[in-house]
């Protein structure tokens, strides 16, 4: 038998194990162009945070970009980027909702009457949720879509990466010793699923005095730049612990936060992926 290309459409061997393209198609007259899906293996790192920045430093730099919020159960998207009409639509298909910049969203919270409801589904019902926010949603012309994924590695993170054609990941860590295995977890998923792993985040990395201006690292030293040699992560990124950024997200300003902190993953996504 020749070298499998892993192209079975050109095959004609009767191989028992053949890939199988599980990836949905988009609503017809959407277009999206990059995806990239922001993953910990862990929860409250920040994963929404990082979303939220990264698309909008993109829509600042001139390019039409989008959050799929695909944590079902636990969605802050739309309060971060102060979004509060509902989604609407026809029997066919969904609209994002787009913020004061322009920036497409789609997150269970804008089809819930009260975004105070919680999501008491079972786990493949969340997952055909989100695909359907794939399928369904007539995305208009993006060039960069972020999923804002939950944590770990169960329904819904297995459901994007075989059901959207992601491009790349960006993993959210804090620096705390178990850092590695969260790290780890990410990556050996994305592994798992033959997606790149394109940028490592850590949040929460520093405080900054302002009365004296040093960096005070409280929750541990800084293990980024080793975690990103250790796994070939190409780019990685600190946040800082900052009242502002905070004040910010609860205000719905998130697209106003600066995205130089970011300026490192998002230079890579324009230019490299």
């Known amino acids: 038998m020749s070298e499998c290309t892993h192209d079975c459409s050109t095959c004609t061997q009767n191989c028992s194990e053949r890939e199988v393209d599980f990836r949905k198609p988009l609503h017809e007259g959407a277009r999206v162009g990059k995806v990239i899906a922001v993953v910990s293996g862990k929860g409250g790192v920040g994963k929404s ?14 390019y039409n970009a989008a959050v799929l919020d695909a944590d079902i159960t636990g969605p802050s ?19 994002p909702v787009t913020t004061h910049t322009g920036l497409q969203i789609m997150s269970i919270n804008l089809i819930l009457e009260d975004e105070t409801e919680p999501v008491v589904w079972r786990g493949p019902v969340i997952a055909g949720a989100v695909q359907q926010f794939w399928t369904d949603v ?3 012309d993006v060039d960069f879509m972020f999923v804002d994924m939950p944590p770990g590695t169960g329904d819904v993170p297995l459901t ?66 080793a975690e990103a040699r250790a796994f070939g992560i190409k780019t990685f990124a600190k946040l800082p612990i900052d009242p502002v950024i905070t004040a910010m997200v609860d205000a719905g300003e998130v697209e106003s936060i600066p995205g130089e902190a970011l300026a490192p993953i998002a230079d890579y996504i324009e230019k490299e992926l």
């Open 160 to 225: 994007v990466f075989q059901s959207l054609p992601v491009d790349g990941v960006v993993v959210v860590t804090t620096p705390q010793d178990l850092v590695g295995m969260i790290v780890a977890k990410a990556v050996n998923m994305a592994g798992l699923m033959n997606k790149p792993v394109i940028g490592l985040v850590e949040n929460m990395s520093y405080f900054r005095c302002p009365d004296c201006g040093k960096e005070h690292e409280i929750f541990g030293a800084s293990k980024v730049e």
């Open 138 to 140: 007539l995305w208009q």
């Open 77 to 95: 998207i739309p309060r971060s980027f102060g979004v509060s009409e509902h989604a609407t639509g026809t029997s066919e298909y969904l609209f």
């Open 49 to 62: 945070l990082v979303t939220a920045m990264l698309a909008g430093e993109m829509q600042r730099r001139g």
